[in-house]
C-alpha cells in the first residue's frame, strides 16, 4: 500500500516562507518522479514543481522559478517544497504526487500520468 501524507501548510503573509513536506510510505521502490501541484478554487491542477529521484533533477513552473525549491531526503523517503516570497496568487490547495515515467516526462509537470497522491495542503498567502 502506498501513503503520502503532505504536511507544512498554512497562513502567511505575503513576503513569507513555508516548507511543505511529503511523507512517503508503502512500495516507495514503484516511482521515480514526485511533484507538487496545486489547485486554486475554479482553477486548473497546476504542476508546481517535479523532481527526477534518481538524478536529483528538477524542473519548476515559471510562476515560482527561483521563489520555490523542491529537494528530497532519501533516507526518510521524504519530498520537500520550500516556498520563498510568497504571494497571494500561490494561495492553493498543494498535492503531492508520485509515479513512475521517464526523466523527460517527469520534468512537463503534467499531472495526467501521477496515480499516487496525497490528501493536500492548504496554502493561504495573505496581502
Known amino acids: 500500500q502506498v501513503q503520502l501524507v503532505e504536511s507544512g501548510g498554512g497562513t502567511v503573509q505575503a513576503g513569507g516562507s513555508l516548507r511543505l513536506s511529503c511523507a512517503a510510505s508503502?512500495?516507495?521502490?514503484?516511482?521515480?518522479?514526485m511533484g507538487w501541484f496545486r489547485q486554486a478554487p475554479g482553477k486548473e491542477r497546476e504542476g508546481v514543481a517535479t523532481?527526477?529521484?534518481?538524478?536529483?533533477?528538477?524542473d519548476y513552473a515559471d510562476s515560482v522559478k527561483g521563489r520555490f525549491t523542491i529537494s528530497q531526503d532519501n533516507a526518510k523517503n521524504t519530498v520537500y517544497l520550500q516556498m520563498d516570497s510568497l504571494k497571494p496568487e500561490d494561495s492553493a490547495m498543494y498535492y503531492c504526487a508520485a509515479a513512475s515515467m521517464l526523466s523527460y516526462l517527469c520534468a512537463r509537470r503534467d499531472a495526467r500520468p501521477f496515480g499516487y497522491w496525497g490528501q493536500g495542503t492548504q496554502v493561504t498567502v495573505s496581502s
Open positions: 508503502g512500495y516507495t521502490y514503484t516511482w521515480n518522479c
Open positions: 523532481i527526477y529521484t534518481g538524478s536529483g533533477s528538477t
